[in-house]
């Protein structure tokens, strides 16, 4: 993507580079307004009044709720040279001037976090006899504990899910249902897009799409990093 900064060369880039139009949403049609109506009507009507050409067009969405799914837009999105992508809750309204948490933007985040695999969970269908998600965990060095911050399982292949399960079955010390209880052992590093305040964890924070990006074989358990770098990193 190309941004255009001074007007005297509009003609000569788009000489160069033909500009296409991606319309992502309706919020006005034959005289009515179309704000309080569901993304999912918006974009009905949308596809319905735009006829495709090949510099005009209703931009592309993926309409899903599988992670799996939704981490291979995000990956091909960035593969392509884009910023991210925006995901949206089909049922939202749209709220000029704002995005609110029905539409939420990701992109990559500069700094990755090392993390320990405090626990897991095997997966299901053709995955069940595979560790299919892993429990993570920063270090508190003031009482040597390890606060959970979230779980990672998507982005990973079944030749790696397959690699980890044998790496991680020696540090198994107990299982209940599906879920396994680990022996902090693994350090992972981990890039994700957000870092939010969140109740449901012992750190007090949570990652929003967290990914692994590789094993740290080089550092141990206490060599992760640290609930104060989690909360900087959160902004507070």
Same mark, same amino acid.
């Given at each position: ?49 735009? %006829?495709?050409?090949?510099? !005009? ?6 309409? &899903?709720? =599988?992670?799996? #799914? @939704?981490? $291979? ?25 704002? %995005?609110?948490?029905?539409? !939420? ?6 700094? &990755?976090? =090392?993390?320990? #695999? @405090?626990? $897991? ?116």
């Amino acid at each position: 993507m190309r941004r255009f900064r001074r007007k005297y060369q509009i003609l000569t880039m788009v000489e160069k580079i033909p500009l296409h139009l991606n319309l992502f949403d309706i919020v006005y049609l034959d005289g009515a307004a179309l704000i309080d109506e569901a993304l999912h009507v918006r974009r009905e009507r949308l596809e319905a009044v735009v %006829r495709p050409h090949d510099r !005009l067009m209703a931009a592309e969405q993926v309409v &899903t709720d =599988d992670p799996d #799914v @939704v981490h $291979a837009a995000y990956q091909a999105a960035l593969d392509a040279g884009h910023e991210g992508i925006m995901i949206k809750n089909p049922d939202s309204v749209y709220s000029p001037g704002k %995005r609110g948490k029905n539409w !939420l933007k990701i992109k990559p985040i500069m700094e &990755t976090l =090392d993390l320990v #695999v @405090v626990g $897991a969970h095997w997966g299901e269908g053709r995955r069940a006899n595979l560790i299919g998600s892993y429990l993570l965990a920063c270090y508190d060095p003031d009482t040597s504990e390890f606060l959970e911050i979230g779980r990672v399982g998507t982005g990973i292949t079944d030749e790696q899910l397959s690699e980890l399960t044998e790496l991680f079955s020696q540090y198994i010390i107990s299982e209940e249902g599906g879920a396994i209880e680990l022996k902090p052992a693994v350090v992972f590093e981990i890039a994700y897009e957000e870092i939010q305040k969140s109740p449901h964890y012992a750190s007090g924070y949570a990652l929003r799409f967290p990914r692994l990006v590789r094993v740290r074989f080089d550092k141990t358990p206490e060599d992760a990093d640290s609930i104060e770098r989690v909360g900087m990193l959160a902004g507070g």
